[in-house]
């Protein structure tokens, strides 16, 4: 499975809107792939450890976003290494990107940010060179988007190839009127009891005073059941005598 960390108080507080997200999914789904989970997290380094000490622990390919600079409130390379309980350590790869980025600037702030839990290999970045890092089956990177997603992408690209195209999945829906989500409940789980490779949703939509507008019902999964599945939810939709289109 692909899951994906966000991390930053900014996002929690509200002072930035986060995109990765809606990047990751569509990034994944390019390549046949699926998003199974994401969550939000705070630069609160007890709980960092704590999520990353159970998630690195599984086998999930994770995208963690934010965090790894070497500011006060950035603690995404510690908290990754307190999970497995590894040293940080300068990573040359990284050390040499960093000192070809920065000459004769260099200082030892902007030589922290090259310190890797022990093992790590490095995220090439291609906007200031200053790299990421992977570990395991997860792989941090920036928070800046401009930074992050051709970064993510480069390990899609170089890590995962051999698993493009094994979560293929399509989507057809309709529009219920005349209907409670309640009301739809015997003709989804028809639908996902015959069909195994499908899953059956419902969204249903309503106008600013509460009224009940429609349902969107449709069904995602196994490109080859989509179509079937849906004939058969559009049969059992009409013969419980809700209109749709």
């Known amino acids: 499975m692909f899951g994906a960390f966000i991390i930053g108080d900014e996002i929690l507080v509200g002072k930035r809107e986060d995109k990765h997200l809606s990047f990751l999914i569509a990034a994944l789904a390019k390549r046949g792939l699926r998003?199974?989970?994401?969550?939000y997290l705070g630069d609160d380094p007890e709980r960092l450890t704590a999520v990353l000490r159970r998630s690195l622990a599984s086998k999930d390919v994770v995208f963690s976003f934010g965090g790894i600079g070497a500011t006060p409130d950035d603690h995404t390379r510690q908290c990754a290494?307190?999970?497995?309980?590894?040293?940080?350590?300068?990573h040359p790869e990284a050390e040499r990107e960093i000192r070809a980025r920065f000459g004769g600037e260099v200082t030892p702030q902007r030589l922290q940010m090259g310190e890797f839990p022990v093992g790590s290999s490095i995220i090439p970045n291609?906007?200031?060179?200053?790299?990421?890092?992977?570990?395991?089956?997860?792989h941090f990177v920036p928070g800046f988007p401009q930074m992050a997603w051709p970064m993510a992408e480069w390990v899609l690209d170089t890590k995962y190839r051999d698993r493009f195209d094994t979560q293929k999945w399509k989507e057809q829906s309709i529009l219920v009127f005349e209907a409670g989500e309640s009301q739809l409940i015997p003709a989804m789980q028809a639908v996902e009891a015959g069909f195994k490779g499908i899953k059956v949703f419902s969204l249903p939509s309503m106008g600013k005073d509460g009224s009940r507008i429609h349902v969107e019902l449709g069904v995602r999964g196994d490109p080859a059941q989509v179509v079937p599945a849906m004939e058969k939810l559009r049969r059992l939709v009409g013969d419980a005598g809700f209109p749709y289109k």
């Open 35 to 39: 998003l199974a989970w994401a969550q």
């Open 126 to 138: 291609p906007v200031n060179r200053i790299p990421g890092f992977s570990l395991r089956e997860h």
């Open 81 to 90: 290494a307190a999970a497995l309980n590894l040293e940080l350590r300068i």
